[in-house]
């Protein structure tokens, strides 16, 4: 597969623009399985470390005979790419595999899902934009749709739920996110979008090294076994790669407002993974909850409209 469709010359297209962030959605769903599942194998910050040490190897042989053509603008841009690189590589993968040590899944699910509010309380709040009726009407409705499939379809599962730091710990990830993606808006015009994810995924990792060697001194080691070597590679190829540059171009068409609706589609990609792959029962609960998430998708984005024009 060639990542160069997801360069400006498709961006334009909203329908094209919701079929990469369905794509991230996807492969982040994933992610946060794999992390669950190696939480008590893989040290937290080793696992981030080596994830992106992966992704930088991925792309470096792509990136680097493109360096010096897109050096005038990386260097007009420099002040940038630690900001990215801060709320989107370091601080927001880093608090979830964190997280994950410390709270459940369906804890962390609700308060990720926090995400779109967030980007349209920062988009309101730094850039003045507001949201419409018929917004309002697709963010409840999908919002819904991840409290019925989180709660299994019983609204009593609320008060047997308790919280912990971890979850402060995912609701600081989801805040993050929701700022790295409301800050694409800055993304340099005319940027190679491989070019952007590796000088933002350089950056995180100067951050991330001095964490990783404290981990390491503390005796912390990430262990070289099979499950490992699949986990890193899965999230450094499939969820830092190819998911960062898919939510970038989505998020670079249609906005943050409206691409950030697509973090609903996660529990609906866990709800059917784990049907697929852990043998687990489709049930009713779960078919109301897709619905309200996809028919809440449409209502924001409009996409009856657009299949129309």
């Not at 099979?226 to 670079?252: E, K, P, Q, T």
């Amino acid at each position: 597969m060639s990542l160069i469709i997801f360069g400006k010359s498709h961006v334009h297209r909203p329908l094209f623009a919701y079929l990469l962030l369905t794509l991230s959605a996807l492969i982040w769903s994933g992610n946060f399985v794999i992390s669950r599942a190696v939480a008590s194998l893989i040290p937290p910050v080793g696992l981030l470390f080596w994830r992106w040490v992966v992704a930088l190897a991925v792309l470096c042989p792509i990136v680097l005979p493109r360096l010096k053509n897109q050096w005038p603008l990386i260097r007009a841009n420099l002040k940038i790419f630690p900001l990215f690189g801060l709320f989107g590589v370091t601080l927001f993968n880093l608090l979830i595999y964190l997280a994950m040590h410390t709270t459940t899944a369906i804890n962390a699910a609700l308060v990720n899902s926090a995400i779109p509010i967030l980007i349209i309380l920062f988009t309101r709040i730094f850039f003045r934009k507001g949201v419409s009726a018929r917004q309002w009407v697709g963010i409840l409705l999908s919002l819904g749709g991840v409290c019925i499939i989180i709660l299994r379809g019983n609204p009593a599962t609320i008060a047997h739920l308790t919280f912990s730091a971890g979850d402060l710990l995912v609701l600081g990830a989801a805040t993050s996110w929701a700022a790295y993606s409301v800050c694409l808006r800055y993304y340099p015009e005319g940027l190679d979008p491989l070019v952007f994810l590796f000088c933002i995924a350089l950056c995180g990792q100067l951050f991330i090294l001095p964490l990783y060697l404290l981990e390491v001194i503390n005796g912390a080691t990430v262990p070289v076994t099979a499950a490992s070597l699949a986990s890193i590679g899965y999230v450094g190829v499939l969820a830092s790669v190819v998911a960062f540059v898919a939510w970038n171009s989505g998020i670079r068409s249609v906005g943050a407002q409206v691409g950030g609706q697509f973090i609903h589609l996660m529990p609906v990609f866990s709800t059917i993974l784990a049907v697929l792959f852990l043998k687990e029962h489709l049930q009713g609960y779960h078919l109301l909850g897709i619905l309200l998430i996809v028919v809440g998708i449409i209502f924001a984005t409009d996409l009856l409209r657009l299949r129309k024009s």
